[in-house]
């Protein structure tokens, strides 16, 4: 069964940080591509950040110099430093597991709410 769960969400206010972090079981992790995206109120899913095996990394221009994305494939986890956050980052965000190799084969955690605002 496989599993992605996020967690580090939270209020922050303008210009501050938060790590998100999504935890895998059930996948090789290590082959997967793993990203990021959110979902504000009303808004479609975006894409965010993404990061390959081989440690190549994406990001959309909006977050870009303000996110990190990471991977850490010993303990199966990804990460999202975000730091400088405004309030249009506010969304739920959740983490993608992509098997570059299977189309078919993507999972989706549950999400985690990111709230930005004074």
């Known amino acids: 069964q496989v599993q992605l769960v996020e967690s580090g969400g939270g209020l922050v206010q303008p210009g501050g940080s938060l790590r998100l972090s999504c935890a895998a079981s059930?996948?090789?992790?290590?082959?997967?591509?793993m990203g990021w995206y959110r979902q504000a109120p009303g808004k479609e899913r975006e894409f965010v950040a993404r990061i390959i095996s081989d440690g190549s990394t994406n990001y959309a221009d909006s977050v870009k110099g303000r996110f990190t994305i990471s991977r850490d494939n010993a303990k199966n986890t990804v990460y999202l430093q975000m730091n400088n956050l405004k309030p249009e980052d506010t969304a739920v965000y959740s983490c993608?597991?992509?098997?570059?190799?299977?189309?078919?084969?993507?999972?989706w955690g549950q999400g985690t709410q990111v709230t930005v605002s004074s």
């Open positions: 059930g996948i090789i992790f290590s082959i997967n591509v």
């Open positions: 993608n597991a992509q098997n570059p190799l299977i189309a078919t084969k993507y999972y």
